[in-house]
């Protein structure tokens, strides 16, 4: 599904809804300015790349992503990141496991009238009544090896991950100690200054403060 814009408009946004499983392949609303938004809901959803990135010097924002499954969730990369504004927010919803390759929704900053303006990193939220778990990583703007990044020249984005792990006696763990079934493999970082590389999260953790904290619930 291709609704990206390479020109001075607008991404349109993609919403599908399915009474049972939803199955897609690649989803590309990026743009020039405002990448659009995508919206799926459904039973089990099963979804590969999310691009929804504003990619360019205009002055643009990225796409807001939203999944909500009734079963199990599993998507590619989710990209909602802008290199000029700010990021959109990524909002994941799952009644059983959840699985993506990682998670992009940093801000970035462009040149308009004399003036630098500098973007915010989207909010990234996520609910797994099982476990979740980004398998893959990327580099970020401040080169940091991440598998969820809000990083942005004004102030990174919340990261809040809530999942089932205690009652299932499977901790979340990141980086080097990933276990495969619940964490990430690579760091969530909201910026520079708040970032978790590596560790084992066997009960709540709370990392910095709002409104670029990190939790694991």
Do not use: C, K, W
Request: charged share 10%.
């Amino acid at each position: 599904i291709d609704t990206s814009s390479d020109s001075l408009s607008d991404g349109g946004s993609v919403e599908l809804n399915g009474q049972g499983n939803v199955q897609a392949g690649t989803i590309d609303t990026s743009s020039f300015l405002d990448a659009g938004d995508v919206n799926i809901t459904g039973a089990d959803l099963v979804v590969g790349d999310i691009d929804a990135a504003s990619d360019s010097s205009a002055f643009g924002n990225g796409g807001n992503v939203v999944l909500n499954g009734q079963g199990n969730v599993q998507a590619g990369t989710i990209n909602t990141s802008s290199d000029s504004y700010d990021g959109g927010n990524v909002t994941l919803r799952s009644d059983g496991d959840m699985q993506v390759t990682y998670i992009n929704a940093q801000g970035g900053f462009s040149y308009y009238e004399g003036s630098y303006l500098y973007g915010t990193g989207g909010t990234v939220d996520i609910s797994a009544a099982r476990l979740f778990r980004a398998i893959s990583t990327f580099s970020d703007r401040n080169e940091v090896n991440a598998s969820i990044a809000t990083a942005a020249p004004s102030r990174g984005g919340s990261v809040t991950i809530r999942h089932n792990g205690g009652l299932l006696a499977t901790p979340f763990t990141v980086g080097s100690d990933f276990n495969g079934s619940n964490g990430t493999q690579g760091a969530i970082t909201t910026g520079s200054s708040n970032t978790i590389a590596q560790g084992t999260f066997p009960q709540t953790f709370t990392q910095g403060t709002s409104p670029s904290d990190i939790q694991l619930i």
